[in-house]
């Protein structure tokens, strides 16, 4: 049966109304379980603004939110029930998404109409309305960082988990309260067209692929403050315990403003693998392609391909941090804290056994035909704001093991300083200049077997 062919069930027959008002959980919900019963169909959001909580697809439905249609989530805790999931990655009760795909296959969420997280209450309890309050703030001063995201619990716009052949597409995603659209142990799952912008709020990811397999993601825009597109695959014990890869993926023909760039990691614990980015723009994004990990997080990464990336204004262009960001990736319990200790803190807790087991493996990625333009990235750095000098490469390793088998070709980057490279084996470069600002060297610890680029001052090539 053709999608034209398909039952059609519009919401306002089951008493929803897109008055902006209106409460339409029930009504839009009721109208996925009779096209479910039926065998699928299309329930239609046709034009107005639908206010909603968490909804769950059915197997063989297509949600539609038509062009002048809106789906605007309700600013309430108590509209988003708790459910078991992964979250950041470790499996933990959340609340669950304002689009829950859960178990189900051949399932559509499509058209030309916008859904809407009203993200602000979200973001203003994590960090207060001026960005240095907040949940942060307490649990910052009680030396409890690598917390405070896990306990201030916010919805995600879209959740495909556990399901298979999931079709997202066409759709404009604005002010998420957290990640925008999250792709958790899936498979055959397609996400192309989508618009997510707006998107002011602390860990608000436009699209991430977790421990999912055979994935596309195509003619996308994401403009968000973290990450824009991640590959992730569980953290720490947890995400050994799970031991689920994330591979076969494919990120082609997208563009990224602010944000994150496209990221691997810091989850890397079951591994990644097999993956393709190419035809990719970014203008202002803090990184253009990232590789993020830590000590205790582990997993082989490997057989990873990027090509054809246009990247201005971006400041970090290749940024390989595998001890990234302590603060936030070691948990760890104060001595002499008296307070309650959720389940969750405990799964964070846990120690990786032994500790080799936790040193991620990053190794096999090539990296062809990128041009990078990035003096003046501060004027549109983004969210972050921030007004350190573009580097060609932000690379840091570990000394037992280094990032290893990198080939760089046909690459000019335009940058205000060389940067650095820290354990590191096995690169090659062919092809790749580096023009820099800063007559400065490139620092290097701990290189074996890595080639360097051809590096020149501005004013070098000028004079040629």
Request: glycine share 10%.
């Amino acid at each position: 049966m053709s999608d034209n062919q398909r039952s059609v069930y519009p919401v306002e027959h089951f008493g929803a109304k897109g008055d902006g008002k209106t409460v339409c959980t029930e009504a839009i919900q009721t109208a996925i379980e009779e096209a479910a019963a039926n065998g699928g169909g299309r329930v239609i959001l046709s034009s107005g603004i639908y206010l909603s909580g968490a909804l769950f697809l059915k197997s063989h439905v297509e949600l539609e939110i038509g062009e002048g249609a809106m789906l605007r989530a309700i600013v309430s805790e108590e509209a988003y029930p708790s459910i078991w999931t992964r979250v950041a990655g470790i499996e933990m009760e959340w609340h669950s998404a304002l689009l829950n795909v859960m178990g189900q296959s051949h399932v559509k969420i499509v058209g030309e109409g916008i859904v809407d997280g009203q993200g602000e209450y979200w973001w203003h309890k994590y960090w207060g309305t001026d960005r240095l309050g907040g949940m942060r703030k307490t649990y910052t001063a009680q030396g409890l960082r690598w917390a405070v995201d896990y306990d201030c619990k916010r919805p995600r716009l879209l959740l495909a988990s556990d399901s298979s052949h999931t079709a997202i597409s066409g759709l404009t995603f604005l002010r998420s309260p957290f990640w925008n659209v999250h792709i958790c142990y899936s498979d055959q799952v397609t996400v192309s067209d989508l618009r997510i912008e707006r998107n002011e709020g602390p860990s608000t990811d436009g699209i991430d692929i977790d421990s999912s397999t055979n994935v596309v993601v195509e003619r996308c825009y994401v403009d968000c403050n973290d990450d824009n597109f991640c590959i992730k695959a569980g953290r720490d014990a947890d995400g050994l315990r799970v031991n689920r890869p994330c591979e076969n993926i494919i990120i082609r023909h997208c563009e990224m403003g602010r944000g994150g760039g496209i990221t691997i990691g810091s989850e890397t614990s079951g591994g990644v693998r097999n993956v393709e980015i190419h035809d990719i723009t970014a203008h202002g994004t803090e990184n253009g392609f990232r590789l993020k990990s830590a000590r205790t997080r582990g997993g082989l990464i490997e057989n990873i391909r990027v090509r054809s990336m246009r990247m201005t204004k971006v400041r970090n262009p290749f940024s390989f941090l595998l001890n990234w960001n302590p603060s936030y990736s070691y948990a760890q319990i104060p001595e002499g804290y008296t307070g309650d200790v959720p389940e969750h803190w405990k799964t964070m807790a846990e120690q990786v056994e032994p500790p080799s087991l936790g040193i991620p493996h990053f190794r096999n990625i090539d990296i062809s035909d990128v041009t990078v333009h990035s003096l003046d990235h501060a004027d549109a750095s983004g969210l972050r704001g921030h007004a350190l000098p573009s580097k060609a490469f932000e690379v840091e390793a570990y000394p037992e093991q280094p990032i290893e088998g990198i080939r760089f070709s046909n690459i000019e980057m335009t940058v205000e300083q060389a940067g650095f490279i820290s354990h590191a084996r096995d690169w090659k470069m062919n092809q790749v200049i580096v023009r820099t600002a800063d007559p400065a060297q490139l620092e290097q610890v701990n290189c074996v077997d890595v080639e360097l680029p051809v590096f020149e001052t501005i004013k070098e090539a000028a004079a040629k």
